[in-house]
């Protein structure tokens, strides 16, 4: 069964940085892609960031490259939200998600096959 599990959330003050760790269980990466999400209390859901199991391709959501950086290590089975510069905007609950279309569809579409429970981040002085 496929399993995405984020970690790494927390409390953190304006321009400070974290990076997020999602674990994946149950599928290949090479035939996925993992995205990640954000939605702040009140607000719709944002996409941040997706990367392509198969060849390590990246993509952003609208605003969001540049203090957002995704990577993966495959042998580990893990896929990484690294963010610099944080904003109290940045405030939500992260969530990341897997599916078995592109990037750009599942960026644009947030239709994801499974997603994890997501972790809080908290910007403020």
């Known amino acids: 069964q496929a399993r995405v599990t984020e970690s790494g959330g927390g409390f953190v003050q304006p321009g400070g940085s974290l990076r997020l760790s999602c674990a994946t269980s149950g599928f290949t990466l090479d035939y996925k892609v993992i995205a990640w999400f954000r939605q702040a209390p009140g607000k719709e859901r944002e996409a941040i960031s997706c990367i392509a199991g198969s060849d390590g391709a990246t993509y952003y959501g609208d605003g969001m490259r540049g203090r957002f950086t995704i990577s993966m290590d495959k042998a580990k089975n893990m896929v990484y939200l690294q963010m610099n510069t944080l904003e109290p905007e940045d405030t939500a609950v992260y969530y990341c998600?897997?599916?078995?279309?592109?990037?750009?569809?599942?960026?644009?579409?947030?239709?994801?096959?499974?997603w994890g429970q997501g972790t809080q981040v908290t910007v403020s002085s």
């Open positions: 998600a897997v599916d078995g279309l592109g990037c750009i569809a599942s960026l644009r579409t947030q239709q994801m096959d499974y």
